[in-house]
């Protein structure tokens, strides 16, 4: 390993992340909750959303914008739908919370929805995907995040960067997970760029002026963009729309007002939808799950990776090997136990 990086089994990492969490306040049940996401996102090759996270987290407590020990509580909005109040928190609780209840909704009634309102946002959603595809459940998940992403045919910011993912469960091998932002990037990879003092490619924003720009910096003070011209325009509306009003709660556009120049993680809603293949197909649906294997040989087949296949070998890297992150990220991060 060279000097430019600093190894640490998932443990280490999981103490460190737990250790900064709690110096900046955040309590039980969070800590664990948040620490491991982030330990999951760097032990998974996603940088993005993986320790990094701990600046972002930090910043967020120390500006106020996250209540550091809510406590989440559920109701039900009707027989299929379940609503989780964040209450300001993190999501990562308020999904706990929720997802035993959304599993044995999905399996009574074929599909069931759950809405996070009222949470902080900071976080991949494969996480969430995989934890509800472990329960044999096709599993969507949407949020939005802050306005920082301008509409195909437009120039200034209104939507988030609003991911989408998707999982569905496997039999005996990992389940088929994609989980990507509408933008080209996730924005947390242009300001990995912006640290590392990289350009970035054309395409994935553009400067305060509308004016294409590989300039990390301004496109971050500019406008992302969405992928795929108006396709990826049209889904991330969509999110906005899903996430946003349809549960009563913030549009990215809301939400950065909310945050009132605070740079924090954005906050509003999340929507997360389980369908149980039993629904549709009761004891025929082992069948139909097994002939869905034909689809993903096919991609294989000619050369295709399926989508989180480089996550899952990333994985299986890290839990024996840990995982190396670059040495000035890690003497900031060592920072924030001082501050
Ligand atoms: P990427 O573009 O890195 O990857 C998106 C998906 O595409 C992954 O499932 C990835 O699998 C898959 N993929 C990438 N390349 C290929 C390929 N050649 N063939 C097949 N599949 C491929 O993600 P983004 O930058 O768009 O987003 C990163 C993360 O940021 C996401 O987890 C997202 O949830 C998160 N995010 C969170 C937000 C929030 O508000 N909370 C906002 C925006 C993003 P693999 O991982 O195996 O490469
Ligand atoms: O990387 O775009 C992003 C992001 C927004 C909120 C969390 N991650």
Redesign the pocket.
Known sequence: MSDAFVRMSLDEARDFARAVLARHGLKAPHVDAVAETMVA?ER???A??GLYRLLVCVHTLKAGKVVPDAEPSMADAAAALVRVDAKGGY?QAAFELGLPRLVSRARRLGIAAMAINNCV??????PEIEAVTAHGLVAL?F????AWVAPAGGIKPLF??????FGWPRPGEHPF?????????????IELHRRAGKSIPEGWGIDAEGNATTDAEAALAGAMLT?GGHKGSALSAMVELLAGPLIGDMTSAESLAHDDGAKA??FGG?LVIGIDPAGFLGAAAAEHMQRAEALFDGMTGQG???????????RARSLVEGVQIPRALYEDLERLLDA
């Open positions: 996102g998974d090759g996603c993005s959303h999501a946002h900071f976080s991949a959603l494969w998940a949020t939005p995040s802050h988030g960067t609003n991911p989408i993912a997970v994609f989980d990507f932002a509408t933008t080209a990037v996730a924005r947390g990879e992928f993680s954005p999340e295709a990776r399926l989508p989180s296949q480089r996550r899952f070998e990333a």
